[in-house]
């Protein structure tokens, strides 16, 4: 299983784009890499999820480079109300544990 | 809207007194989990079920059991609960499984007295 190391906390001014690259070493041919944002006393809500390159949705970008081992989610133009925890999960094909690593505490400056 | 419900949002027990969480979904999805989170830490995969198949991660707890009635329905019963079981419990759904989005209920907050 996977495991996958962020930085624990990141702060940035509002405006900003902000990257929180995951560094997941050990992922194997059919992971998926998934990212999840949870605000406090709030249960975690996906953000976007990818296997390879770039995906993009209107909240969030997750750029994969060819080698898989690391993954960046970039979250655009922040605001005061993106900052939340963001966990980077690596989920195997048919895993019977799903892994939350120690998240990114992102905070947001005015 | 609600797709994922979990009541109560906050419960409170003494300690070794038997207690029930509950979660509901609207979804009818197949999977439904949950997840024990402890303050500044990161959800951690209590059990799920895929279907009607209970599945319980091998460093549970014995004193921590589920229940799923139907669909909709997840039960989370804690029988003996001592003070580090305090934590939020969160009841998340899936389609069919790991690799699909999770969706999650805002958590129950239990507090052992």
């Not at chain 1, 979250?75 to 120690?102: E, H, I, K, M, Q």
Request: aromatic share 12%.
């Amino acid at each position: 299983l996977a495991k996958t190391t962020q930085p624990i906390s990141m702060d940035s001014y509002e405006g900003q784009e902000v990257n929180i690259t995951c560094s997941h070493n050990n992922i194997a041919t059919n992971d998926y890499i998934t990212w999840y944002q949870q605000f406090p006393s709030q249960g975690p809500r996906f953000i976007i999820q990818g296997y390879k390159t770039k995906v993009t949705n209107e909240v969030a970008s997750l750029f994969i480079p060819a080698d898989r081992k690391s993954s960046t989610l970039s979250l655009p133009r922040v605001s005061l109300s993106d900052t939340a925890v963001y966990y980077c999960l690596v989920v195997p094909t048919g895993a019977n544990n799903l892994f939350f690593g120690t998240g990114t505490r992102l905070t947001v400056i005015p | 809207d609600a797709m994922v419900i979990q009541n109560p949002r906050y419960q409170v027990t003494q300690f070794g007194k038997p207690v029930t969480l509950s979660c509901s979904q609207t979804l009818n999805h197949n999977v439904m989990y949950w997840y024990q989170q402890k303050s500044s830490q990161a959800p951690k995969l209590l059990f799920h079920y895929y279907d009607k198949d209970f599945n319980n991660e091998a460093d549970t707890p014995d004193n921590f059991q589920s229940r799923r009635p139907n669909t909709s329905f997840c039960f989370l019963d804690i029988r003996s609960p001592g003070l580090g079981d305090a934590a939020m419990y969160l009841c998340a759904t899936s389609h069919s499984g790991y690799q699909e989005t999770q969706y999650f209920g805002p958590g129950t907050r239990l507090l052992v007295l």
